[in-house]
């Protein structure tokens, strides 16, 4: 459930991150959420959303920011062993909707913007059939996720669950 003003101070009605869960809410916890994100081209992107409505990094007091970090190499590690892709892509803008998340992207050199940044101009034709194996993955690799940051943040003092 995305945060409304019932439920959070901070709370933006005109913040798209507040009114809606951002795409395929795969964990919710305390604090972030983590949602694979509908992009065509790229199936395994995934964003790790602060629930609560701030636009920067440095919003979040030290152990927030921690915890932060700690999902987003979660996220990333997971993705590392269930579709092994050539990179992952990092970002945290927040241009378009500023609302504190941060894009972990599985890259690989088949993706029709490889090597350019996936916003960037198609370098290619989009390989629909590694599209399809890849999303073939993604039961499972959401499956994983959300046991992983269960156990991550059934494991956090109580002040920083995630």
Known sequence: MAPTPDTDASWSSNCPLCAADGGTLVWRGARLRVIHADEQGFPAFYRVVWNAHVAEFTDLAEHERLRCLQAVALVEQT???????????LASLGNMVPHLHWHVVARHTWDSHWPAPIWAAPQRPRALQQEAELAACLPALHAALH?????????APAHVHG
């Open 147 to 155: 046991a992983r940051l269960a156990q991550w943040a059934a494991e």
């Open 79 to 89: 993705l590392r062993e269930h579709v092994r892709p050539t990179k992952v892509n």
